[in-house]
């Protein structure tokens, strides 16, 4: 990963007072290249104080440094969670993920617009189309029932098509992570069952269903098989994950 700049989040925003004392500490340690230590510290933070879209990004980036492609990707998505469509989350993101050699199948045009615009901007795009409809409703003594039909059904299409980007956009989020050592994926549960193929650490997946100690998985190229739980951690935020 020394290829890869990554600057802290903190750097470049003002944190809290009430954070300030030991995120600094860490910080230093991230700067001063003790990422283990400065790990160590976000996550004492974190379950003192809660988490936030920055101290999961310099956690990501503190693994990134560390090589630890899983754990880097695991935060860097949480981080995602918060604030979709960050720039320099993202970025970061995608540095590892090339480095690590995880590549996904090319996405058609149409995910590739809605992955592009973002679900927060797909949210919002849904509720500001219920303002034509409201604005409608309250000159409606004033328009022609031609016009006002027309614009109403305009709007309710438009906020049906949105609503179904932001269902989409919201699907394409990966669900769990990878965060131990490639393996091979098993064709069945059991321990000496045969290949049905590999997944890298980081690999974003779906998990689909469990069976013991075994979860059938689905990674973002549609290849499937069975990988041992304890190999996953949760994109969203778990405390026991």
């Known amino acids: 990963m020394k290829t890869i700049v ?23 340690h991230f700067a001063a290249g003790e990422f283990a230590r400065a790990i160590s510290l ?5 379950k003192q104080e809660g988490f936030s879209m920055e101290l999961l990004f ?26 979709p469509g960050n720039a320099n989350i993202i970025k970061n993101l995608q540095l590892v993920e090339k480095e690590a050699g995880l590549f996904s199948k090319e996405e058609n045009s149409l995910k590739q617009l809605i992955s592009f615009v973002g679900i927060n901007n797909w949210t919002i795009l849904s509720l500001l189309l219920f303002l034509p409809i409201i604005l409608v409703l309250i000159f409606w003594q004033k328009m022609s029932r031609k016009k006002a039909l027309a614009i109403i059904c305009s709007s309710v299409i438009a906020m049906l098509l949105s609503s179904e980007a932001t269902a989409i956009s919201y699907q394409q989020w990966p669900i769990y992570v990878l965060v131990e050592e490639s393996r091979n994926l098993l064709i069945s549960p059991f321990e000496n069952a045969a290949s049905a193929g590999l997944i ?39 405390p026991a994950s």
């Open 58 to 83: 310099n956690q990501a980036n503190a693994y990134a440094q560390l090589g630890k492609t899983g754990r880097a990707v695991l935060y860097y998505q949480r981080a995602l969670r918060l604030d």
């Open 200 to 238: 890298k650490e980081g690999g974003m997946i779906l998990v689909h269903k469990r069976y013991g100690k075994y979860s059938y998985i689905e990674d973002k190229n549609d290849q499937g098989g069975w990988v041992k739980s304890k190999a996953l951690r949760a994109v969203i935020l778990d």
């Open 6 to 28: 990554l600057t802290l989040w903190s750097l470049l925003l003002l944190v809290t007072a009430v954070q300030a004392r030991p995120l600094d500490e860490a910080n230093r």
């Open 42 to 46: 976000y996550e004492n933070i974190e």
